[in-house]
């Protein structure tokens, strides 16, 4: 099988090997579609670290390639999404922290090849028709609704979205499923923010041509918004979202910063004004609700374009520019 190999930087090499074989309860899946993250392309950027060569890639779909001798055969060639690792349930953090951090789970490779090797309970079931591509975006999907799940909504008639990334644009749909009123989309490229008008958001606005601070509170009658959500990673935003966010506002940080990133911001501003900011890791506990979501905000426009493994520093390349939303990888 091929498999796409990451050196660091943009340095990819398709290399063979063998076909992975199960033991005990493992699964191969044949991985049909594995979307390239923005964390991906940080990782490419050397913005967060990873050992060399490695594997990229953790949100995709497929089917089960083969079981291991403790498996039903009846697993064999069903559809499946799955998160990246295993997580037993049962430690500390599976109980108090989350999924994402379990202390027995091992890191296998990612899904940027042919055939990827699993630990049953890392896969989730689909139906026979449900589509392998939609599948493959239930990871993200995930991170959103982990972090959403942290906002208290009962109140929000106002919330604006920073950045409409895909996570930016499940957010606004997840706002809009919410029942939330007005949902602003803040996003600079043109075709991101008609996206965002077909995913939900009441109002778009461009934040190089526009003055945000002006809108919001022109908006909110100088209010602030409910909720502001920062779903592109960068601590000037997050710091303007302060601003943005009316007293006993809520802010949630989506978006991811490198290590090290300090937040810019009075402290004193956040303290009289009794602001929260919340965030949670990757998709936490909140991978099945995901699935059980998908179907109703999917928007097939996310995904921008397929390439083959054999593409992949192209890929990586048109990602990076993000023109589109979403570039997927179909290896097989
Ligand atoms: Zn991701
Ligand atoms: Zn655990």
């Known amino acids: 099988m091929k498999i796409a190999k990451w050196y660091g930087g943009k340095k990819f090499f398709i ?3 063998q076909i992975p ?3 005990n309860d493992q699964l191969v899946v044949k991985i049909h579609s594995a979307g390239i993250c923005g964390t991906d392309i940080h990782i490419t950027q050397n913005l967060f670290p990873k050992e060399i060569p490695n594997v990229l890639g953790h949100e995709f779909s497929g089917t089960i390639h083969s079981v291991g001798p403790k498996l039903s055969k009846d697993f064999i060639g069903k559809k499946v999404t799955c998160t990246i690792y295993a997580s037993c349930k049962e430690c500390e953090s599976c109980k108090n ?4 951090h379990c202390e027995n789970s091992i890191r296998r490779d990612g899904a940027f090849c042919q055939y990827l090797l699993i630990d049953y309970g890392q896969e ?3 139906s026979n028709d449900f589509d392998l591509e939609m599948a493959s975006l239930v990871e993200p999907l995930a991170c959103v609704i982990s972090n959403l799940n942290l906002a208290r909504l009962k109140n929000v008639n106002t919330a604006i979205v920073i950045g409409g990334g895909l996570l930016g644009l499940f ?3 997840m706002l809009k499923l919410k029942g939330v009123k007005n949902i602003i989309l803040s996003e600079p490229k043109n075709s991101r923010r008609n996206l965002g008008m077909e995913m939900g958001a009441s109002h778009v606005i461009n934040p190089y041509s526009d003055d945000i601070e002006k809108f919001i509170s022109n908006f909110t009658d100088n209010k602030g918004v409910d909720l502001c959500i920062e779903a592109v ?4 935003l997050l710091a303007g979202s302060v601003k943005l966010v009316r007293p006993k506002g809520q802010i949630i940080m989506i978006g991811v910063s490198p290590k090290e990133t300090i937040f810019p911001v009075d402290l004193y501003d956040l303290h009289y004004k009794e602001i929260s900011i919340s965030a949670a890791m990757g998709a936490g506990n909140s991978f099945e609700e995901a699935l059980d979501t998908i179907t ?3 928007n097939p426009n996310l995904v921008a374009k397929r390439f083959s493994l054999n593409e992949i520093k192209k890929a990586f390349i048109e990602a990076e520019k993000g023109e589109g ?5 179909s290896p097989n």
């Open 325 to 329: 939303v979403k570039y997927i990888i």
């Open 97 to 100: 922290w989350s999924f994402m």
């Open 171 to 173: 957010s606004v749909a």
């Open 21 to 23: 074989k199960p033991l």
């Open 124 to 126: 989730y079931f689909l």
């Open 15 to 17: 290399e063979e090997s």
């Open 233 to 236: 990673g960068l601590p000037d």
């Open 296 to 298: 109703m905000i999917y």
